[in-house]
């Protein structure tokens, strides 16, 4: 019997950031459930880039507008519900952030410095993508 190849679902996230005195701030919701910190991220839609996606997994996860930067910071997979998906990860400048978002009583959101978002992530293959985000970060267009 020939093997079922699994289909990889695709998914796009954003790290969302900003400048505060010099010092970049990374900003961090909780999954659903708000046991473990994480950025925006979510399918791909159709007739959507991924960073197009991203923008909008931003806005509806965590209140917050700004252009995508569309170099992909790096992509990891994960399994669930017996699912393999890939996420194509982003950064975004934020310019706007609302009190009033799609997602606001379902998440927590804050603001940290970006080391402190590397070590609150707790998914080893986001945190490497964070890392690697760290050490762009001083050389991001602000």
Same mark, same amino acid.
């Given at each position: 019997? &020939?093997?079922?190849?699994?289909? *990889? ?11 505060? @005195? /010099?010092? +970049? ?36 996860? &965590?209140?917050?507008?700004?252009? *995508? ?11 669930? @519900? /017996?699912? +393999? ?55 991001? @267009?602000?």
């Amino acid at each position: 019997m &020939a093997q079922k190849t699994k289909k *990889v679902l695709q998914q796009s996230g954003v790290i969302p950031y900003r400048i505060q @005195n /010099g010092a +970049t701030e990374v900003l961090l919701i909780t999954t659903r459930n708000q046991q473990n910190w994480v950025v925006p991220k979510g399918g791909v839609e159709n007739g959507m880039s991924a960073p197009d996606s991203a923008a909008k997994e931003a806005w509806e996860e &965590a209140g917050v507008i700004g252009q *995508v930067n569309p170099s992909q910071l790096g992509s990891y997979k994960y399994q669930k @519900n /017996g699912k +393999t998906y890939c996420v194509q990860m982003y950064s975004l400048p934020v310019e706007v952030e609302s009190e009033k978002y799609p997602e606001v009583d379902q998440r927590v959101r804050q603001w940290v410095d970006v080391n402190e978002a590397v070590r609150q992530v707790k998914k080893p293959s986001l945190k490497r993508i964070m890392k690697k985000f760290v050490q762009l970060a001083p050389k991001l @267009n602000y």
